[in-house]
């Protein structure tokens, strides 16, 4: 009875052990999840595109619709604007009208557009500290693996100078 207790704890023991993974695995764990990221990474990339594409095609259908529309009352109104002299004057005013309104517009784009190029350009910024960053992180981490290498030697020697 002892002895069978013995061999239940040391099985326990064993698969605890087992439960942990080696270094091997642990490496191979953190290139498939670097690999993952990647994959996911690129999807969510092209997703975006996908939308930003969308999203500007569809501005621009709306625009042409607005442009459209635009020109077929203009070629509604035209021979009725031309009929008399008061008519000619409230169809120029309103003409002039949606002139200004074309260039308030045209302005906000522009202003918006001047604002997206500034935001590309911070974030540009940040991306390029990011990678200085992410350089000098894996040169940290080499130089900590050539460390940890340099130690476990060490150590070797000095386990190998304490069994003698």
């Known amino acids: ?3 069978a207790r013995r061999n239940r704890e040391i099985a326990v023991l064993r698969r605890r052990i ?11 764990y953190q290139k498939r999840f670097l690999e993952l990221y990647g994959q996911v990474s690129a999807t969510h990339k092209e997703t975006k595109q996908f ?14 619709e607005k442009e459209v529309n635009l020109l ?64 000098l992180y894996f040169k940290t981490v080499k130089d900590f693996k050539e460390e940890c290498r340099k130690n476990e030697v060490l150590l070797s020697k000095l386990r190998a100078k304490g069994a003698s």
Do not use: C, W
């Open 72 to 135: 077929n009352s203009i070629h509604d109104n035209f021979q009725q604007a031309m009929s008399s002299s008061a008519a000619r004057d409230q169809f120029l005013r309103q003409m002039e009208q949606i002139v200004e309104g074309i260039k308030q517009s045209r302005v906000k784009l522009e202003k918006k557009k001047q604002e997206n190029k500034m935001r590309r350009d911070q974030l540009n910024d940040e991306y390029l500290e990011l990678l200085d960053k992410q350089r």
């Open 1 to 3: 009875l002892p002895q």
């Open 51 to 64: 939308f930003t594409l969308y999203n500007t095609l569809d501005d621009k259908k709306v625009y042409l």
């Open 18 to 28: 087992d439960e942990v993974p080696s270094r091997a695995e642990l490496t191979q």
